[in-house]
């Protein structure tokens, strides 16, 4: 008998391992895919290179950097997604003027320390607006995210920088999808704040938000039990259209 497969599709400079304990628990029922974007520095690049390894039909679970090349896999083939779930990520286009500039030079500074210092030095940086505040001193879930940092080169970082600074707007796509839609957020996210996914929740026809307490952006890697929970509720969602 045929399994129904999920798709994890990573953010920015993570890998398989950010999607660990949550492949851990599913893969017992559902065939489990995470995707790597090799060096694509567009979302719409990265999608494509998705659908291109992903199998015919399938659920998709994209977090950050990953929720958007979600929502561009939704712009180029949504008839292939069952169900679609959107973690600490954003829709919206870089914003024009200084407040676009500022985000550019902002993420330009890392990737100049990443260049001069290294990937670790530099992830010890960025870390500090990832995770919930309290969870700083956490020595092995600080560690674990440092490692996959440090899987990437600056090359990639470079790369995925290009491909957010010209991400385009996704709320037509928001307001085009029909299947099961879940929205999770950790509450104490400082970069893809609760709000934003409550703007997005609105967009969607009957879609679902979920907040994830005491976490902050690393949500599937803070809080590994409540988001597998969450997306094992999710996947007991077939049947219904959303709409």
Same mark, same amino acid.
């Given at each position: 008998?045929?399994?129904?497969?999920?798709?994890? @599709?990573?953010?920015?400079?993570?890998? #398989?391992?950010?999607?660990? /304990?949550? $492949? *851990?628990?599913?893969? !017992? +029922? =559902?065939?489990?895919?995470?995707?790597?974007?090799?060096?694509?520095?567009?979302?719409?690049?990265?999608?494509?290179?998705?659908?291109?390894?992903?199998?015919?039909?399938?659920?998709?679970?994209?977090?950050?950097?990953?929720?958007?090349?979600?929502?561009?896999?939704?712009?180029?083939?949504?008839?292939?997604?069952?169900?679609?779930?959107? @973690?600490?990520?954003?829709?919206?286009? #870089?914003?024009?003027?200084? /407040?676009? $500039? *500022?985000?550019?030079? !902002? +993420? =330009?500074?890392?990737?100049?320390?990443?260049?001069?210092?290294?990937?670790?030095?530099?992830?010890?940086?960025?870390?500090?607006?990832?995770?919930?505040?309290?969870?700083?001193?956490?020595?092995?879930?600080?560690?674990?995210?440092?490692?996959?940092?440090?899987?990437?080169?600056?090359?990639?970082?470079?790369?995925?920088?290009?491909?957010? @600074?010209?991400?385009?707007?996704?709320?037509?796509?928001?307001?085009?999808?029909?299947?099961?839609?879940?929205?999770?957020?950790?509450?104490?996210?400082?970069?893809?704040?609760?709000?934003?996914?409550?703007?997005?929740?609105?967009?969607?026809?009957?879609?679902?938000?979920?907040?994830?307490?005491?976490?902050?952006?690393?949500?599937?890697?803070?809080?590994?039990?409540?988001?597998?929970?969450?997306?094992?509720?999710?996947?007991?969602?077939?049947?219904?259209?959303?709409?």
């Amino acid at each position: 008998m045929t399994r129904d497969s999920i798709v994890f @599709l990573p953010g920015l400079l993570c890998d #398989r391992a950010v999607w660990k /304990a949550q $492949v *851990a628990t599913l893969s !017992r +029922r =559902y065939d489990c895919f995470v995707a790597d974007y090799g060096g694509a520095d567009s979302l719409s690049a990265m999608a494509k290179s998705v659908l291109e390894a992903a199998p015919p039909h399938f659920s998709l679970v994209g977090h950050s950097m990953g929720g958007r090349v979600a929502l561009e896999v939704m712009r180029q083939a949504p008839q292939r997604v069952a169900r679609l779930a959107l @973690l600490d990520t954003g829709y919206q286009a #870089r914003p024009e003027g200084e /407040a676009g $500039v *500022a985000e550019a030079e !902002r +993420r =330009y500074r890392l990737l100049d320390i990443a260049l001069s210092q290294g990937m670790r030095i530099m992830g010890r940086e960025w870390l500090q607006r990832m995770v919930h505040p309290e969870r700083l001193q956490d020595g092995a879930l600080i560690e674990s995210i440092l490692a996959m940092i440090e899987r990437k080169t600056p090359g990639i970082f470079a790369a995925q920088i290009r491909a957010l @600074l010209h991400r385009p707007s996704a709320e037509g796509v928001l307001r085009a999808i029909r299947c099961d839609t879940l929205f999770l957020c950790g509450r104490q996210d400082g970069w893809s704040p609760l709000a934003r996914h409550e703007e997005m929740a609105a967009i969607v026809p009957g879609a679902r938000l979920a907040v994830i307490e005491d976490s902050g952006h690393m949500v599937s890697l803070e809080r590994p039990e409540a988001v597998t929970a969450m997306l094992e509720g999710w996947l007991g969602l077939a049947g219904s259209t959303g709409s």
